[in-house]
């Protein structure tokens, strides 16, 4: 299996401040076809998780461009400029390179 | 816009078997292309864990952790997939979500776009 280790657990900040979260994998997520299989999902609380970022780099359909996503091989970063009060929550990231999927242990996105 | 919906039980004793229903809307499973329709867990402050997942065509995928006790089926008369989980123990005690994952073949989109609201079941006697 794919493990996949982000850093920190939890990152105090506040409202307006940016914010990056780091995700490595334990093995390469680029695939022969040249994409790299990494995306990343919001869970805000008592919710589901929500798309953010696939394929390392790609916004989700609504997601606003605060949001951005880089990395290769096996360091990925998501980064989130002017957090707002609905950026708040549990950020994890998922590898589907192969089966099985795999997420992140998470990091909590908390006011400070 | 596409809604999924999970039912069954809240409450499982252990040694039995989990069965949850995962009921779509304003999609169809049966529309082939790179849709699977999957089961996914969350223990209680972990991050998610694929069980697996299940292709219109019938063939399903699991998660090698889980396989000798994991079933997913689908249902398409219903627009319905389900999950059969066996042998359950506390260690199964989490929200079960289903998901649809969508796999275009030219590998350009890979991701579970929605989800359910999430099912708490919980292992006890």
């Known amino acids: ?112 | 816009q596409v809604q999924l919906q999970e039912s069954g039980p809240g409450l499982v004793k252990p040694s039995q078997t989990l069965s949850l229903t995962c009921t779509v809307s304003g999609a169809s499973i049966s529309s082939g292309g790179g849709y699977y329709w999957s089961w996914i867990r969350q223990h209680p402050g972990k991050g998610p864990e694929w069980i697996g997942y299940v292709h219109y065509s019938g063939s399903a995928y699991y998660n090698p952790s889980l396989k000798s006790r994991v079933t997913i089926s689908r249902d398409m008369s219903k627009n319905q997939f389900s999950l059969n989980l066996g042998s359950m123990t506390a260690a199964d005690t989490a929200v079960y979500y289903c998901a649809r994952y969508y796999y275009h073949s030219s590998g350009s989109t890979s991701y579970f776009d929605y989800w359910g609201q999430g099912i708490l079941v919980t292992v006890s006697s």
Not at chain 1, 43 to 49: E, K
Not at chain 1, 86 to 95: E, K, T
Request: proline share 6%; charged share 10%.
């Open chain 1, 1 to 112: 299996d794919i493990v996949m280790t982000q850093s920190p657990l939890s990152l105090p900040v506040t409202p307006g401040e940016s914010a990056s979260i780091s995700c490595m994998s334990s093995q390469s997520l680029l695939h022969s076809n040249g994409f790299q299989y990494l995306n990343w999902y919001l869970q805000r609380p008592g919710q589901s998780p929500q798309l953010l970022i696939y394929l390392t780099s790609s916004r989700a359909f609504g997601v606003p461009d605060r949001f951005s996503g880089s990395g290769s091989g096996t360091d990925f970063t998501l980064k989130i400029s002017r957090v707002e009060a609905q950026d708040f929550g549990v950020y994890y990231c998922m590898q589907s390179l192969q089966t099985p999927i795999t997420f992140g242990q998470g990091t909590r996105l908390e006011i400070k």
